[in-house]
């Protein structure tokens, strides 16, 4: 990540000259909420203001999320980037007669905002780059249309070519550039418009397709030959414990038929990709075998190359904990208290570019960063930060900050202490909540140091 600008206070959100919000984004890093109150350290005149830049009809919610980008298309040079793309549902709190002007979200238990982001990360490190491209909306009703009797451009679903499309420039510097996206990607459109020469797709399979001279997706690679086997760890979700499973790997090569939906007969009739299966022979009693499908551009020579974009696909977990980031674990986004959806809105695409900083801070923790630290803390907090140095530093190799001196890195390792990470290499790596709880600390700690030359009366 050493290409990456760290310059947040500056750039702004896509508003020439916003001081208001660079000051609202940089406070939602420092303080790891969006409650404006909390943004504005109980300064009166700063709450108010932050009120009124969500309320200017001039900061809209596109411009905002036009300023997600602002530093990432400096960090992407020359790199292979996947461009990692995914949905969020933001759950405000409403009642029958408070919904604060919010639509249906689910399955209609509930109202609140929409979170479409493309989130960069670097092919090898899988270091966050920043944010991409995206959208930020909340429903206005019901469509009585059934969904494939509607061309695309009248679905939610067409965010994912939009996105896709904006990506390409904000991303043109990049060597070679791979859109990721989970199963609620998997549209033939997709397939069959984004990619272009250094563009490529790989996401999972959601539709059984239909497969030019006969056979469907589910079936083909059945007729494969077994081309290798790996035991892989699996994270935790909410359906499914942290456990570790040995994948049989299957690949070859399938041209897909296209579908008979509205709007789709302009398409290509037939676009040809790469499948990569990996399946579960042995899983644990009771526990639902693993089945992944990936379709992908890419061409796939033998079985490690096929390994290698399975990693790729896997890399999907940075933007999952950029929602993460969003909600309980971080910005508490889903607590605010704003009335209005107008401003809901915004305040929803300012925090996601605020958590995506937050990311990067959480994996300057792994010294993915060159950055200097005085990029992100100010004078007071270093000082704090070298005073809390020599407190922290142990007497054996292991106890010692392993980063270099002033670096974003060794200023993340000191915060993971004052959080309360042990320190130790061997250790879990420190969460979110244990980085927010020692940023927390060192303003407070940086304030009394601020006043270390004060002479008193």
């Known amino acids: ?163 896709a499309g904006a990506g390409k420039r904000v991303l043109e510097s990049a060597a070679t550039v791979t859109m990721v996206a989970d199963r609620e ?23 059984d397709r239909s497969l030019v001279g006969g056979g469907t997706l589910t079936t083909i690679a059945r007729q494969w030959p077994l081309a290798g086997s790996q035991r892989m760890a699996l994270r935790e979700r909410p359906d499914r414990r942290e456990r570790e499973a040995r994948l049989e790997l299957r690949f070859g090569v399938v041209t897909i038929a296209r579908p008979r939906d509205a709007g789709a007969l302009e398409l290509p009739a037939q676009v040809t990709l790469s499948l990569i299966e990996l399946t579960e022979p042995d899983p644990p009693q009771g526990v639902e075998p693993i089945t992944w499908r990936l379709l992908t551009t890419h061409t796939v020579a033998n079985a490690a190359a096929a390994w290698h974009i399975v990693g790729w696909y896997r890399a999907r977990w940075v933007i999952e ?69 020599m407190q922290y530093a142990g007497t054996t190799l292991r106890q010692q900050n392993p980063h270099p001196w002033h670096s974003l890195a060794w200023a993340a390792w000191l915060v993971a202490r004052l959080g309360g990470w042990d320190g130790y290499p061997s250790s879990r790596p420190p969460g979110p909540i244990t980085l927010k709880i020692g940023i927390d600390k060192l303003r407070l700690l940086a304030r009394g140091w601020g006043l270390r030359n004060v002479c008193m009366p």
Not at 4 to 25: P, Q, T
Not at 189 to 201: K, M, N, R, S
Request: charged fraction near 25%; glycine fraction near 10%.
């Open 1 to 163: 990540m050493g290409d990456v600008r760290w310059r947040w206070r500056w750039v702004g959100l896509g508003i020439a000259a916003s001081k208001k919000g660079a000051a609202l984004l940089e406070g939602m890093v420092h303080a790891g909420s969006t409650c404006l109150r909390r943004v504005a350290e109980g300064r009166r005149r700063s709450e108010v203001q932050f009120n009124r830049f969500l309320a200017n009809p001039k900061v809209t919610v596109e411009r905002l999320v036009e300023g997600w980008s602002a530093a990432t298309g400096a960090a992407i040079g020359g790199r292979h980037v996947l461009a990692i793309q995914d949905t969020s549902e933001i759950n405000f709190r409403t009642t029958r007669t408070r919904t604060r002007g919010l639509g249906e979200i689910g399955k209609g238990v509930g109202r609140g905002a929409l979170l479409h982001a493309m989130v960069a990360v670097d092919a090898e490190s899988q270091a966050c780059l920043g944010l991409v491209a995206g959208e930020v909306w909340t429903r206005c009703g019901r469509v009585e249309v059934p969904h494939k009797k509607r061309p695309l451009e009248q679905k939610e679903s067409r965010r994912w070519i939009k996105t």
């Open 185 to 207: 990607a998997d549209l033939y459109a997709l397939w069959a418009l984004v990619p272009e020469p250094g563009i490529h797709v790989l996401g999972r399979i959601h539709h």
């Open 321 to 389: 904990q950029l929602f993460r980031l969003l909600k309980k674990q971080g910005l508490h986004l889903e607590d605010s208290q704003i009335e209005t959806a107008e401003r809901l809105l915004k305040l929803v695409a300012i925090a996601a570019h605020a958590a995506a900083i937050t990311l990067q801070l959480l994996q300057a923790r792994d010294g993915r960063s060159g950055e200097p630290a005085s990029l992100v803390f100010t004078a007071d907090e270093l000082g704090t930060l070298n005073a809390l140095q």
